[in-house]
């Protein structure tokens, strides 16, 4: 089992930078697909983006959805036991409870929520007008 803790979110003015980063413990990351994910009230959670673990040739796949791509960039350091996601000009729309969670399982196209076996307590975002 891992245990995840998102930190780096808080209010930001549009057009604005954040930088949440996801530490995992109880088990090495290395062996999870990690995702991102993001909560707004009143609306269901949603796919943000996605990074694989490693692959034997020592690549990524990475996956984003249409309304961050561009704009945000995941990545992971397996030494350091973390997911981090880069999130630039960000907009309102953008406000939301940020969740990273990991998977055990590493295929393509594992976009829904239900697919992630552990989660964090998540990170909120506000960006301001």
């Known amino acids: 089992q891992v245990q995840l803790v998102e930190s780096g979110g808080g209010l930001v003015q549009a057009g604005g930078s954040l930088r949440l980063s996801c530490a995992a413990s109880?088990?090495?990351?290395?062996?999870?697909?990690m995702g991102w994910f993001r909560q707004a009230p009143g609306k269901e959670r949603e796919f943000v983006s996605r990074i694989s673990w490693g692959y034997s040739w020592g690549g990524v796949s990475i996956y984003y959805a249409d309304s961050v791509k561009g704009r945000f960039t995941i990545s992971r350091d397996n030494a350091k036991n973390t997911v981090s996601l880069q999130m630039n000009s960000l907009n309102p729309e953008d406000t939301a409870v940020y969740y990273c969670a990991a998977d055990r399982t590493n295929l393509p196209g594992r976009y829904s929520a239900d697919n992630y076996d552990y989660w964090g307590q998540g990170t909120q975002v506000t960006v301001s007008t």
């Open positions: 109880g088990r090495t990351l290395g062996v999870y697909a």
